[in-house]
């Protein structure tokens, strides 16, 4: 991330402080100084003159947000500003109906909107898992998906513009299995293989000999991208069988606008990506293999602009990118179908959409609340400060949709699920700090 904390400093976060809007707040936010020491600026641009320093595990009060800023009430009665990642919000504490409105200093819910009416559905394992296929619901958000050039000409004329930021993890998914040949074609040489070792008398030894081989041969690029695009689907269909599309037709054009957008920067812009706001008051959001991404109203209405909701796609496209979830699949069926077929994922002829439809059958899609492993969240937290600043959004968009999420208290019923399987958010932005100072 070294490339992407100079960009911070001298490129990217000017041009965002010039079209970020003033937040007002809702009330003063406990804080306290995260850095060694922070200079206070008079106002939010790294140019603007130096008016106090704070040193580390101060505490301070934030009176106001402005783009990546904070307005902070200094001990004189005057205020000045900080970037958003120079001081950490002090946890609310439990999250109440009146204490959840006092602590959010940013977004719809905080100016009052539809979180306030939205319904806490608690999607869990047992409704995903039982949840019937939303096949209406299914159509209605397919429908609202864009194409990359349509993405493309939205964000030129909001200025968005695409830069060009290698990374390693990002780069080895686009090189997949490459030319690798096909489960089929592997099994049918295994197969003359056999035949040829029996006509010379292996007898046995020819058989065991190609069990282990049999096993060895594992699944093309083609395959495995095959599987995700029949999961997709099945599995977004299921989520809305839990928790219907909302009905706002221009919170879901613009979902897809900056997702597909965002999307556009990652290393598999080809997949089918579709997004969509589903009707739950949790915070939270799904990724589903295969280019299916879905997050809560909850979530949506907590994010103020579309830098912010770029910020938590970014995220999601991560797990995506990485087939993270996709990964859990695989190894829910070798735990199933046994060592022997399972170290090969093979199946009978190789249809994707059997696969798919066997696996959604049987676990809903309750995967999509499963716990990744942490270096799993946390390459997905670095994935998206990348695909953030690809697309001409400054990373620390990220950091502040975490620290907005810590606001809301110590493990609010609203994040109950996303704290189940997520990392602490203070162990998450501490990695964020890790790689931009390096």
Known sequence: MKTISKRIGVAILPALLLTAGAIAATAEMPAVVHKPSVEVRSAPDLKAG??????????????????????LQLADGGSGYVRINEVRVASAGTETPTANSQALFGGNAGQGRSTETASVRGINETTLRTARNDAAGLSRLQAYSVSAETAGAHARSKGWQ???????????????SGGQATQAEKRATLSSARGLLSRLGGGAIADSAMRVADRAVG????????EELE?????AGRVLGAAPLWANPDAQKRINLIGRWVASQTSRPQLPWTFGVIDDGEINAYAAPGGYILVTRGMYDLLDDDAELAAMIAHELGHVVQRDHFEVIRKQEIAKVGKDVAMAQVRPHGIAADFARDYVDTHGAAVMISSLDRDAEYRADEAAGVYLARAGFDPLSFYAVLQKMAALGTRPARMSQLYRTHPPLAARMDRLDQRVSR
Not at 219 to 226: R, T
Request: aromatic content about 6%; hydrophobic content about 50%.
């Open 50 to 71: 130096k008016i106090a320093v704070l040193q580390r595990n101060a505490a301070v009060k934030i009176v106001d947000q402005n783009g990546l800023w904070y307005r």
């Open 162 to 176: 695409p830069v060009r930021i290698a990374w390693g993890p990002d780069a080895a998914a686009a090189r997949g």
């Open 219 to 226: 699944k093309s690029e083609q395959e495995l991208a095959a």
């Open 231 to 235: 999961l997709g689907p099945a599995i």
